[in-house]
């Protein structure tokens, strides 16, 4: 009976648990067995465990992948096929309309003032070009000193033309100047002597012509070549005839550039004395500078020496010729793109003091049969600096140098014709040494702005001083554009105080430094001044314009030489018209 109850038993229990199972699923589940016990067994009948088995979630690699292709080089044969075109005329005449043929400028002011310019081209061409150009300029002198006025008229044509890679620039001028000797060294608040007048009148005129290569290619021979000659005159019968010559030539080789210059002046001055006797005076000068630049990069290097020979023996009491050597040496590197450009110099040359080029200098200079026109030496000219540009709107420049001259021209005023209006030239040597620099800014539209500065320190080889020198000098120029119309041009200029040489006693107190023969020397204090001016523009239309300019705008009486008090408040009117 144990063998037949027990499987009956499992059958059931069996049956009762698949029941069971049955009810709790919704799948409906069955457990079917067919089982055969045989002896004695206890059998255990537990739940059943089925393993749960969920889906896991795989992390999928995202963003885009990265490809790199190789190119294969495949040679193609390609025959080109060429097909002429019909030659074209390019229209290139309608903006030569926009050009002015010239313009014509007119104004007055105070002490009695008139300015008249004219100048006139043709429209301008590839072939070549020409021009005239005329001016007129009158003014009295400070306080009515003096009835005479101050003029300067000159005219002047031009042709430029290219004759195919050559352009020949020829021209020809005439200007006439009347000088007035107002200045009294002993009291500048009186009138000068009048013993030799009052005013000296200077014809001047001249021709030159020039020859300047254009070629595109940088390894071909590019040169310039000219000529000029200038013809002073005066009231009394002097006469300077002045020549002037001068070539450069160069070319590349590699990275290297090598030219050649080289330059004669030569200068004949005819005086003629009271008793009708005629002198004269040759002067000339030659130089010959070979020159190589070499560009590696961001730096540049040119070496060279200069070759100058001073031939002019009369002028100098029978010296003769004499032999110059000047090193040049230059060399700069731009860093950052031409953001700072350090460089170093080191030059030297000849200086030719002439007639014209000295009244350009000091125009109440006197010439007599004993004046001395020696040639200026200037070595040892050695400069150390920086320039660059910071931004578009801001550049600068700041150097230090010295330099070494021998027979250096100083102006003295002399006694031995009236009370100082006329100056002579004693000659010495001086070593100048200087510090400078300038700023320009361009921070605000419509607004250039640049100031600038110099401070100097003279070696006068034993002198008193480096006489007519200032220690000093600063400016401030600005311009300014608004309304589209209006422009206002202002600049203020301080120079340092200096020591002018004059053989008039300037006070009752003032005692001689040097005594020269019957002849005095003193020491005249030239005060520092500072000198203000503005001037503002009209454009009523691209063609139409009217100017103002106020100069002195302090009223300042200085001095530029002792005995010379410049003209007060200077106010100057005008129109322009382009044509």
Avoid: C
């Amino acid at each position: 009976m144990k063998a037949i109850t027990l499987p009956l038993l499992s059958l059931i229990a069996i049956g009762s648990v698949a029941n069971a199972q049955e009810a709790k699923t919704s799948n409906s589940d069955t457990l079917k067995m067919d089982v055969t016990f045989v002896g004695e067994r206890e059998m255990v009948v537990k739940d059943a465990l089925k393993l749960q088995s969920w889906p896991e979630l795989r992390k999928l690699e995202s963003g885009n992948k990265e490809f790199s292709y190789r190119l294969l080089a495949k040679r193609l044969n390609i025959n080109p096929v060429w097909t002429m075109i019909e030659p074209v005329r390019l229209r290139v005449d309608a903006p030569l309309s926009l050009l002015y043929r010239g313009y014509a400028r007119a104004g007055y002011g105070l002490y009695n003032t008139p300015l008249l310019e004219l100048s006139m081209t043709d429209l301008r061409s590839r072939e070549g070009t020409w021009g005239f150009q005329a001016s007129h300029f009158a003014t009295n002198a400070p306080l009515g000193l003096v009835e005479d006025r101050f003029q300067d008229s000159e005219a002047g044509v031009w042709l430029s033309r290219f004759v195919g890679k050559e352009r020949v620039d020829i021209s020809a001028n005439i200007e006439r100047d009347n000088i007035v000797y107002y200045g009294n060294a002993s009291n500048d608040t009186i009138p000068p002597d009048t013993m030799l007048g009052t005013h000296e009148r200077y014809l001047k005129f001249g021709t030159a012509i020039s020859f300047k290569s254009h070629h595109r290619d940088s390894t071909d021979l590019n040169h310039e070549i000219n000529f000029n000659w200038q013809q002073l005159r005066d009231l009394s019968n002097t006469t300077e005839n002045y020549f002037e010559g001068s070539f450069e030539m160069g070319k590349f080789v590699g990275k290297e550039r090598f030219s050649l210059a080289g330059s004669a002046n030569i200068d004949r001055l005819r005086m003629i004395s009271t008793d009708s006797d005629t002198t004269i005076v040759d002067g000339a000068v030659v130089s010959l500078t070979p020159m190589a630049t070499s560009y590696r990069g961001p730096l540049t290097v040119r070496v060279g020496a200069g070759l100058w020979i001073d031939a002019d023996s009369q002028s100098r009491n029978g010296l003769g010729s004499t032999f110059h050597f000047y090193p040049k040496v230059e060399a700069s590197i731009r860093i950052l793109k031409d953001v700072f450009v350090p460089y170093v110099r080191l030059d030297g040359g000849l200086d030719q003091n002439r007639f014209a080029s000295v009244l350009q200098q000091n125009p109440f200079y006197h010439l007599t049969l004993d004046s001395e026109l020696r040639t200026t030496s200037r070595s040892r000219d050695l400069e150390i600096g920086m320039r660059g540009t910071l931004t578009k709107a801001i550049s600068f420049q700041i150097y230090a140098s010295s330099t070494q001259f021998k027979d250096y021209m100083y102006f003295v005023n002399d006694s031995l014709y009236d009370s100082g209006a006329r100056f002579s030239v004693i000659y010495d040597t001086l070593g100048v040494k200087e510090i400078g620099g300038y700023v320009t800014l361009d921070l605000i539209k419509n607004l250039d702005l640049r100031v600038a500065g110099r401070l100097y320190t003279y070696d006068a080889n034993g002198l008193e001083s480096a006489w007519n020198l200032p220690s000093s000098k600063w400016s401030v120029n600005a311009s300014y554009t608004f309304l589209e119309k209006f422009t206002v041009d202002a600049s203020v200029q301080i120079v340092g105080s200096r020591s002018a040489l004059t053989q008039i006693k300037p006070t009752a107190e003032t005692l001689p430094f040097q005594q020269i023969g019957d002849t005095y020397y003193y020491n005249a204090e030239l005060p520092s001044y500072l000198d203000g001016n503005i001037g503002l523009e009209y454009r009523y239309n691209s063609r139409t314009s009217a100017w103002m300019k106020l100069s002195n705008l302090t009223n300042s009486s200085y001095r530029h030489w002792a005995g010379y008090p410049v003209q007060g408040f200077q106010a100057l009117f005008g129109a322009s018209y382009a044509f």
